[in-house]
């Protein structure tokens, strides 16, 4: 894509007698379809100009698309001019690829030597309108329509700037009937090697044409770029005619025919008129062919008539329509492209949830989270006499407990070590996971193959920040998870005191006082949770109040904690890795995404193109 016009650079000189378009005189009206053909085109620019070279069937295809986005941004606002302005003068197009004579044609059709004239190819490189019978300072609507570019004078058009356009009366004092109240547009060539520079004023002056005429030579009429410009204008229903320029007599029959036919091969409307003109040394020479120019008058008027201003709106859907799946796939692709990372972070989450799952809350000698619950229920029995006890058990308890102590200094001091070792594998298991999946995307397609590379980059960058917050997340929600099991043991303990017999029974029972002095150590750092787990002291407590009428309760209760645990966990999972993990996409180079929300392309397909 070009730089902005000079013109709006501070050290630009204003050119005199310059018009420069407000876009407050226009966007006013815009249609909600513009606004997003005009996204669509930025972010089609934006992506082909990242690709710098690299992926050559994207970027054809990213500039194939550019250039009818272009076209029908064009064509909308040419809606709009003819919604704010009905009776703007009718707009006359002289459209053709290099040297096939378009300024020569225009010059012979004004019966004037206006247009610049050049052996060179490429010697127009701007729009320039040739006004007859029309008041120029009733034109702000024009200008408008044309908002990226300057109006110059003719003789002040700059080479080297390819955003101006010039518009001047044409001084004919009794124009024919074909050409009253118009304007007839000289436009650079759209096939040239420098064409990309300037393609989109020839885009611009075609969608604003209401009559086109095609100007051809021999040389150039069955070129490729002719047809695919002359198949992008097709759904606008432009009435055409086409000049054969710098044709031998004898040449033309068989010309004309396979002109036809590359006609009825590219487009569904029938084949127009086409006007031979002879191969003449001196361009000037044409003005000397009178009756040709009388019989192509005649053959504009009828054209001018059949032309329909009023059914513009209705060419303007076609034309979107005929191109709405090419443009939105890519911006499909690249949505296709985050569900599936997505989809990846969703199965590397749930993989390690069941992993957490299976070496924690399912593994029979590492869950202890129940046994926690159990330990605040014995502090909540208040067994009379446990200060006694307590200097009693460091002689007398089956697990003496000065060697619970010893063994409570090999392990970490935390009652959640186990835990946190279980949720840590989880967590490296989900890292191994999204990298082999990553890695397996290293045989897509180019396209493919970027987008993944660079989320390879972001993740492999984001894993230290990843560890660090989901160990904070972890200690966060071991503390958040604690009145869980508080809640279980007091749970437990209202239901024995339902149960008087049971709790003054245990509050008897001297194994209910050694695994309450075991509680007291677990709470105060002595031991660890698995060593409070495997002491035969608890292991008799468990037993005794499995037997007992408590027994069922418990089992419902230990379910609960460990469903309402899966919960957190998962919670824990998602806060923390989830959701800054499909997020990742969000923090790719902008430039190389369209980063167009699915629901916003989900609406624009409802889109109505009128105001």
């Not at 958040?480 to 239901?495: N, V």
Request: aromatic letters at 6%; charged letters at 25%; glycine letters at 6%.
């Amino acid at each position: 894509m070009r730089s902005p016009p000079p013109s709006s650079r501070p050290d630009a000189p204003r050119r005199r007698n310059a018009i420069v378009y407000n876009p407050g005189l226009f966007d006013s009206t815009t249609p909600a379809m513009l606004a997003f053909i005009r996204l669509l085109k930025q972010r089609h620019a934006s992506v082909l100009a990242a690709l710098d070279g690299a992926d050559p069937p994207r970027a054809r295809a990213l500039r194939h698309n550019l250039q009818s986005l272009l076209f029908a941004e064009a064509c909308l606002e040419k809606g709009g001019l003819n919604q704010t302005q009905p009776r703007h003068p009718l707009q006359i197009a002289i459209l053709g690829p290099t040297q096939a004579g378009k300024s020569s044609v225009v010059n012979w059709l004004l019966d004037r030597p206006l247009a610049g004239v050049s052996p060179l190819a490429g010697f127009t490189v701007h729009p320039q309108g040739f006004a007859v019978g029309v008041d120029l300072a009733k034109l702000d609507g024009l200008d408008g329509y044309f908002r990226d570019y300057e109006r110059c004078d003719r003789g002040g058009l700059d080479a080297r700037r390819y955003d101006c356009y010039a518009l001047e009366a044409a001084d004919i004092p009794e124009p024919a009937a074909a050409l009253r109240q118009a304007i007839v547009w000289d436009t650079p060539d759209f096939d040239s090697v420098d064409a990309d520079e300037y393609r989109q004023a020839v885009l611009r002056i075609a969608a604003l044409a209401d009559v086109v005429i095609l100007a051809l030579s021999k040389d150039k009429y069955a070129d490729l770029a002719v047809w695919e410009f002359m198949g992008l204008l097709e759904p606008l229903g432009q009435p055409t005619l086409i000049c054969l320029n710098k044709i031998e007599p004898a040449a033309y029959p068989a010309l004309a025919e396979s002109l036809r036919g590359k006609w009825r091969a590219t487009r569904r409307d029938p084949p127009p008129a086409i006007l031979p003109l002879p191969y003449l040394e001196d361009s000037d020479e044409l003005a000397g062919l009178r009756e040709e120019r009388a019989e192509f008058l005649a053959d504009l008027e009828q054209a001018r008539h059949t032309q329909s201003r009023e059914r513009h709106a209705d060419h303007a859907r076609k034309l979107i329509d005929a191109h709405w799946r090419a443009w939105i796939a890519p911006v499909e692709a690249e949505h296709a492209l985050e569900a599936e990372w997505r989809g990846m972070v969703e199965d590397a989450v749930t993989d390690s949830l069941k992993r957490y799952q299976q070496d924690y809350l399912d593994h029979p000698h590492h869950y202890a989270t129940f046994q926690r619950a159990l330990a605040e229920l014995l502090t909540l029995l208040e067994i009379p006499g446990l200060g006694g006890v307590l200097v009693a058990a460091r002689q007398a308890v089956t697990w003496p407990l000065r060697q619970l102590a010893k063994l409570g200094r090999k392990h970490p001091k935390t009652p959640d070590g186990t835990e946190i070792a279980a949720l840590n594998h989880a967590l490296q298991h989900l890292f191994i996971r999204l990298g082999e999946n990553l890695l397996l995307r290293r045989d897509e397609d180019a396209t493919q193959q970027a987008w993944w590379r660079e989320i390879g980059g972001l993740f492999r960058d984001d894993k230290p920040i990843l560890v660090q917050h989901f160990e904070q997340a972890t200690t966060h929600y071991l503390q958040d998870f604690q009145p869980e099991i508080d809640r279980t043991a007091h749970g437990l303990y209202d239901h024995l005191r339902e149960h008087p017999a049971l709790l003054n029974g245990l509050r008897a029972t001297r194994v209910t006082t050694d695994a309450t002095a075991l509680a007291v150590a677990l709470h105060t750092g002595g031991i660890g949770v698995q060593d409070f787990v495997i002491a035969p002291a608890m292991l008799s407590l468990t037993s005794l109040l499995t037997e007992s009428a408590l027994g069922k309760y418990m089992d419902k209760a230990a379910a609960e904690l460990k469903r309402r645990q899966r919960v957190a966990v998962e919670k824990l999972f998602r806060d923390s890795l989830h959701a800054r993990l499909v997020r990742l996409p969000g923090r790719l180079d902008r430039s190389r995404r369209f980063d167009i929300p699915p629901e916003l392309l989900q609406a624009a397909t409802k889109l109505d193109i009128r105001p």
